[in-house]
């Protein structure tokens, strides 16, 4: 009814073209959602005709307003001494689930604090720490199915810790040795593995977004139920890529979750100096996209929200937004002082105050599901297979430096193939001047 009098409006000749398109890509997208937002052309007096919005008149000028003095809520479940707020929004995980999260949360924080001073030691290179955003990796990765896709930025280890990504497999990216499955060739913390179906991180911020919103296009194409999800923090979400990824995903319809740590600081870059808006929940609605914004310090509400999003998505073919409020308590990484540029106070209230492991330790007590005995018990075994790990891949020999030529494409040209020869002359010549007892073999 509304596309024929679309067609026949005398006043409004969108002309037959214009239409056919809008068809042919609605078929393509398997969706009638171009035809069901056409306007009808009943109220032509009344009511405006213009295609980009569907909107009354006012007759009074009055600018739209941002609301940042008092923005979206931020959704909790427990309270910071790990008391249900609202017990009909407990998720009854049940006590072997909220110990896994609790384990792999402080594990995860056991192996940060061992690689941070394995750099610190000049071990390896470089390293980028977790602390205060456990909650936000392990409650949403719990959250999701294993068969969902993951995008990250690099500040979410917990996530592959939560899908069974060995210790080992860690250190190996981090060390570069032989057993690292891209031959040492990205800066450490650079992860990826498919069988844990995580895509490899890469430095450039926010090139992700609109990678995953493809992804996520595909799996809508062979139609099977699988949901992408794409971390990344609130400085990221300046970038372009951000943007053209949040539009993609909903004009496209794509099963995709957005989700945003938004932890303080991009570096050094305060908020306030990264945006006006309120936050990055804000602009989902902007986008079309269903958003909310959660105490990313609560793995429960991270929990919460990252299940209702990727039910949705899935079931709807949408993008949803989830923006987590959290603190990087840690320096941006081993490059940084963080000193610099924040008090020493505001980091200890959150170290202190508002910890995510701090707050479900707080839970399980309350539960009886742990005592300190445990605590201790744990604590001295994580640290006792972390170091095990950490001495293994320390000892291990790095990739032939044969392999740098590997992979630049799927066959090595010509070009490279003489590289790789006269880099193998060379190094036979010169081999003392090298540190090959540390590598394969050429
Ligand atoms: C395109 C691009 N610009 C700049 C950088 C340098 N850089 C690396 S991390 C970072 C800050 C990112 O902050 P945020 O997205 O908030 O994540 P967080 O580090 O807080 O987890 C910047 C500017 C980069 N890697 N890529």
């Not at 009808?40 to 009354?56: D, H, I, N, V, Y």
């Not at 017990?87 to 689930?97: I, T, V």
């Not at 499955?181 to 650079?190: E, L, R, S, T």
């Not at 902007?286 to 039910?311: C, H, L, M, P, Q």
Request: proline share 5%; glycine share 6%; net charge neutral.
């Amino acid at each position: 009814m509304a596309v024929a009098m679309a067609l026949t409006a005398p006043s409004l000749n969108f002309g037959v073209r214009s239409f056919t398109r809008l068809s042919r890509l609605s078929q393509r997208l398997f969706s009638t959602a171009v035809i069901r937002y056409q306007q009808e052309f009943t109220t032509l007096e009344e009511k405006p005709q213009f295609p980009g919005a569907s909107a009354e008149y006012v007759n009074t000028l009055e600018f739209i307003q941002p609301n940042v003095i008092s923005g979206i809520p931020v959704y909790r479940v427990m309270d910071r001494k790990g008391h249900i707020v609202n017990p009909n929004e407990d998720p009854k995980l049940g006590k072997e689930m909220v110990l896994k999260m609790y384990q792999k949360m402080t594990l995860l924080n056991t192996m940060d604090r061992i690689l941070y001073e394995s750099q610190r030691q000049g071990r390896i290179s470089f390293y980028m720490t977790n602390y205060g955003e456990e909650g936000t990796h392990v409650g949403s990765a719990a959250a999701i199915e294993m068969q969902d896709l993951v995008f990250g930025q690099y500040r979410e280890a917990g996530v592959l810790m939560w899908r069974g990504y060995p210790l080992d497999s860690f250190m190996a990216q981090c060390y570069g040795n032989i057993d690292d499955y891209a031959h040492g060739k990205q800066m450490p913390v650079h992860y990826g593995s498919l069988e844990h179906n995580f895509v490899t991180i890469s430095s450039p911020l926010a090139t992700q977004i609109p990678q995953a919103v493809g992804a996520a296009y595909a799996y809508k194409r062979s139609d099977i139920d699988r949901a992408v999800i794409c971390y990344f923090g609130e400085g990221a979400a300046s970038e372009g890529d951000a943007h053209a990824g949040f539009n993609f995903a909903a004009t496209l319809e794509c099963p995709i979750i957005f989700f945003c740590r938004n932890n303080g600081y991009a570096i050094s870059t305060p908020t306030y100096e990264q945006y006006r808006g309120d936050g990055i929940a804000a602009r989902g609605p902007g986008y079309g996209i269903r958003s909310i914004r959660v105490d990313g310090n609560d793995v429960f509400a991270v929990y919460n929200a990252t299940k209702e999003a990727r039910r949705h998505a899935v079931s709807e073919n949408q993008p949803m937004l989830v923006e987590a409020m959290t603190y990087r308590i840690g320096h941006h990484s081993t490059s940084d002082d963080s000193s610099a540029y924040r008090s020493v106070d505001e980091v200890s209230y959150w170290d202190k105050q508002d910890h995510p492991i701090s707050r479900l330790h707080n839970f399980m007590i309350n539960q009886g599901w742990w005592d300190d005995a445990q605590e201790k018990a744990w604590r001295k075994q994580s640290r006792k297979m972390v170091i095990e790990t950490f001495e293994r891949a320390e000892r291990k020999l790095k990739p032939s430096p044969k392999l740098i030529f590997t992979d630049v494409y799927d066959t090595a040209p010509p070009s490279l193939q003489k590289q790789e020869e006269q880099l193998k002359k060379h190094v036979e010549r010169y081999a003392e001047h090298y540190p090959f007892d540390k590598f394969e073999r050429f």
